[in-house]
């Protein structure tokens, strides 16, 4: 079956650098996505990922590696903002997302 | 970035009646539409996949006669949940790609029957 694996809580403090992995076993690999959702909103793209390495855009950082069916988001110098659920997404061979169930970041003051 | 808009972002309805949902693509056209339910503090899951001119393709569990959708142009998708009951109130959100890299979501609708 397809699986898609990630922590369901983390607490890290604000202005710190916390690390969200995600590991995937799919039908085929067409992509890696990360989402933010704030409660009772809908989610927010952040990345994709379809080679391997890493994908830097500001605070936000996007890791992958297929072999391994592995990828990390990096949030640096947190904010109380980022207080949200992060979610790993991977698209199949036939371009269908599947969804992780997402890792709830608590930010501490 | 590309904009999906969702339509109503609340609504309460009485137990029994039909709710009409709607997602457009404002700026791109969607030539694939997603419809997903969340429960709270659930992940999203996939209700059924809406493609232009051709019936929705449901996931297993999915009652279509219950959740119809209808994707009658390349920019509007509309989920209709009919004889709605209080177990049907939940968040929904649509989804429409753009090619194959980004899936942009719309605000979401929470339904709330009574």
Not at chain 1, 7 to 35: D, K, R
Not at chain 2, 92 to 108: D, L, M, N, R, W
Request: glycine residues 8%; aromatic residues 12%; proline residues 3%.
């Amino acid at each position: 079956g397809q699986n898609i694996d990630q922590p369901t809580e983390m607490t890290a403090t604000e202005g710190a650098i916390v690390q969200i992995n995600c590991t995937y076993q799919t039908s085929g690999f067409n992509g890696l996505f990360w989402y933010q959702q704030h409660a009772g909103e809908a989610p927010t793209f952040l990345s994709y990922n379809v080679l391997d390495g890493l994908e830097e855009k500001g605070r936000f950082s996007s890791f992958l590696s297929r072999s391994k069916g592995y990828s990390y988001l990096l949030l640096k110098e947190l904010q109380m903002k980022d207080s949200a659920s992060y979610l790993c997404a991977v698209t199949d061979s036939n371009y269908q997302l599947i969804w992780g169930a997402g890792t709830k970041l608590i930010i501490k003051p | 970035g590309a904009v999906v808009s969702q339509h109503p972002s609340r609504v309460i309805c009485k137990s029994g009646t039909s709710v009409k949902i709607e997602c457009r693509s404002l700026d791109f056209q969607a030539t694939t539409m997603f419809w997903y339910r969340q429960f709270p503090k659930k992940s999203l899951m996939l209700m059924a996949t809406s493609n232009e001119g051709s019936k929705a393709t449901y996931e297993q569990g999915v009652e279509k006669d219950k959740f119809l959708i209808n994707h009658a142009s390349l920019t509007l998708s509309t989920l209709t949940v009919t004889s709605a009951h209080p177990e049907d109130s939940s968040f929904y959100i649509c989804s429409a790609t753009k090619g194959v890299t980004e899936a942009f979501f719309g605000q979401g609708t929470r339904l709330t029957v009574v």
